[in-house]
Antibody, heavy 120, light 112 residues
Framework: QVQLQESGPGLVKPSGTLSLTCAIS?????????WSWVRQSPGKGLEWIGQ???????IYNPSLRSRVTISIDKSKNHFSLELTSVTAADTAVYYC?????????????WGQGTLVTVSS | DLVMTQSPLSLSVTPGEPASISCRSS???????????LDWYLQKPGQSPQLLIY???NRASGVPDRFSGSGSGTDFTLKITRVEAEDVGIYYC?????????FGPGTTVDIK
């Protein structure tokens, strides 16, 4: 059974950098799946942030591309999210999710999510 | 930008009765390969979203057969033949054809 677990600070100061890690169990980050971050805020609903594959190729949401970096660590079987220059608008529950499929990729499963609050 | 809409935004259903949720996209989600790049997710209270339907009409592993997805192009429907108490939550459609992937606003289903 594949499980994903987010971890990282729950509080980030405005203009700071949000950093989260997603630990994968039951699958290898070296598989043919993609690995993704999605966030959920009351104001904007569910928002796809970006995704990465085993080769390190990334696809980002254009609205966040200038501030986002997603990376992988094969030795630790995890992937990470960095979001710079955060503001209160970045306050959200952040989910990591596996993208699996065939003709295209769907989110399955999701991590439990972690709340990140941007506040001084 | 592509816009995903859902209707209704909330739905109160008697157990055992059917329910239907509509999802519409401002652009076609039908790929040249003949598949619709449209998923349905359910977020139960206090939980993360879970996959229900992929490619418009394929049930994910473990999803009861009372759930079905249909539609093509820009109009899609999620149907529950007989709603059960465990089906409460927020249902989201999501398109995966156009970047960025985008979700509908969600439909909240509760039990009467």
């Amino acid at each position: 059974q594949v499980q994903l677990q987010e971890s990282g600070p729950g509080l980030v100061k405005p203009s700071g950098t949000l950093s989260l890690t997603c630990a994968i169990s039951g699958d290898s980050i070296n598989s043919t799946n993609w690995w993704s971050w999605v966030r959920q805020s009351p104001g904007k609903g569910l928002e796809w942030i970006g995704q990465i594959n085993r080769g390190g190729s990334t696809i980002y949401n254009p609205s966040l591309r200038s501030r986002v970096t997603i990376s992988i660590d094969k030795s630790k079987n995890h992937f990470s999210l960095e979001l710079t220059s955060v503001t209160a608008a970045d306050t959200a529950v952040y989910y990591c999710a596996r993208l699996s499929g065939g003709y295209y990729y769907w989110f399955d499963p999701w991590g439990q999510g972690t709340l990140v609050t941007v506040s001084s | 930008d592509l816009v995903m809409t859902q209707s209704p935004l909330s739905l109160s259903v008697t157990p055992g009765e059917p329910a239907s949720i509509s999802c519409r996209s401002s652009q076609s989600l039908l790929h040249n390969n003949g598949y619709n790049y449209l998923d349905w997710y359910l977020q139960k209270p206090g939980q993360s979203p879970q996959l229900l339907i992929y490619m418009g009409s394929n049930r994910a592993s473990g999803v009861p057969d009372r759930f079905s997805g249909s539609g093509s192009g820009t109009d899609f429907t999620l149907k529950i033949t007989r709603v059960e108490a465990e089906d409460v939550g927020i249902y989201y459609c999501m398109q995966a054809l156009h970047t960025p992937r985008s979700f509908g606003p969600g439909t909240t289903v509760d039990i009467k």
